[in-house]
């Protein structure tokens, strides 16, 4: 590990602390899980800086991009429990049974479908609906103007209806 690796993550890092959240997050990493994801790519970085093959800026992003990509799909496969399923176990009292496994169809199809929409969709439009953020809130936290996250959530729904 060289110093000048060092310094450099150190100052990336600094200059843009909320870089591995956002990288994260468009990685679909949920909001309330972005931080610790952040977290454990910036560690994930500092102990593969031995790795690291060149310190030119572009190079630097690139690999600490790979590393928040990687950790994003640890994180996923750690959590990989069918989201369907543990909807299913919350429905409250049993009642119909064929009405209760309808509903579980329903929100599971439901699921995939969100899970199948490209990033750049998936994250405003979540982050509208289960965060309750405005567009002007999701476009600061990604880095958007406001009419491209009202743009990418008007075309997550229509994906969604079709």
Known sequence: MTIDAETRLRAMLRE????????SISLGVPL?????????????AWRSLGHLQST??????????????????DLHRAR?????EVLCDRLEA??????????????????RAIRDLPDELRVPLTMSI???????QIAEELG???????????????????
């Not at 602390?17 to 990288?23: D, N, S, T």
């Open 144 to 162: 958007l103007s406001a009419a491209a996250v009202r743009q990418r959530i008007a075309r997550a729904r229509k994906a969604l209806r079709t």
């Open 16 to 23: 843009e602390p909320q870089r591995l959240r956002r990288r």
């Open 130 to 136: 289960v965060d309750e953020k405005s567009a002007p």
């Open 56 to 73: 030119e800026p572009g190079a630097m992003c690139a690999w600490i991009d790979s590393i928040a990509r990687r950790t994003a799909i």
């Open 80 to 84: 990989r429990d069918d989201s369907g």
């Open 32 to 44: 309330d899980e972005a931080d610790d994801a952040a977290q454990i790519a910036a560690l994930r």
């Open 94 to 111: 049993p009642g119909d049974l064929e009405a209760e496994a309808a509903t579980c169809e329903r929100l599971s199809a439901v699921l």
